[in-house]
T-cell receptor, first 112, second 116 residues
């Protein structure tokens, strides 16, 4: 089945450092979404990217969708301890009520 | 935003017994819901797609007779783990989307199942 590769698996940063996680697909995607899961919690929606080359920002978070709609990234500037959690990308191949395919996630630890 | 409620949040059961997990969309109708399983420190693995009024679609490797899914109404889907064994211990999460097309998924709070 369709797979979404996400790297890195883990990232430990000092508070104030930047952080980036990447997702790649071998096939063109309809859209890609990003979720954050805090320890012990459930995934919470962050953003959805639909257009080729799209860039969206949410405060210190920057999301990008590649021109070929096969890759995406999430960048956090000047991390804070509240950023701790696992960040998942979730891809949709076709536009429709189809299940999302999740990447393996990147677990972010922030050291104060 | 839309809310998906999942119950129970935690359950401990004995080996051989069955456990039912409910997933409700509180303020929207969901013709389709999705059930995921998540092992510790791992990603969400899709188990099945629950379709209102019809049979669920199971992913490869998921036993349909062990993980019974019923989607009797537009707001409720249930997952029953039958004859549970310790290896079924996991975090089970349901998800639903409001409309067809490019929309976000809303997740239930998840159910931590421990089989002893």
């Amino acid at each position: 089945g369709q797979q979404v590769m996400q790297i890195p698996q883990y990232q430990h940063v000092q508070e104030g450092e930047d952080f980036t996680t990447y997702c790649n697909s071998s096939t063109t995607l309809s859209n890609i979404q990003w979720y954050k899961q805090r320890p012990g919690g459930h995934p919470v929606f962050l953003i959805q990217l639909v257009k080729s080359g799209e860039v969206k920002k949410q405060k210190r978070l920057t999301f990008q969708f590649g021109e070929a709609k096969k890759n995406s990234s999430l960048h956090i500037t000047a991390t804070q301890t509240t950023d701790v959690g696992t960040y998942f990308c979730a891809a949709e191949l076709n536009s429709g009520n189809t299940p999302l395919v999740f990447g393996k996630g990147t677990r972010l630890s922030v050291i104060a | 935003g839309a809310v998906v409620s999942q119950h129970p949040s935690r359950v401990i059961c004995k080996s051989g017994t069955s456990v039912k997990i409910e997933c409700r969309s509180l303020d929207f109708q969901a013709t389709t819901m999705f059930w995921y399983r998540q092992f510790p420190k791992q990603s969400l693995m899709l188990m099945a797609t629950s379709n209102e009024g019809s049979k669920a679609t199971y992913e490869q490797g998921v036993e349909k007779d062990k993980f019974l899914i019923n989607h009797a109404s537009l707001t409720l889907s249930t997952l029953t783990v039958t004859s549970a064994h310790p290896e079924d211990s996991s975090f089970y999460i349901c998800s639903a989307r409001e409309v067809v097309g490019n929309t976000e998924a809303f997740f239930g709070q998840g159910t931590r199942l421990t089989v002893v």
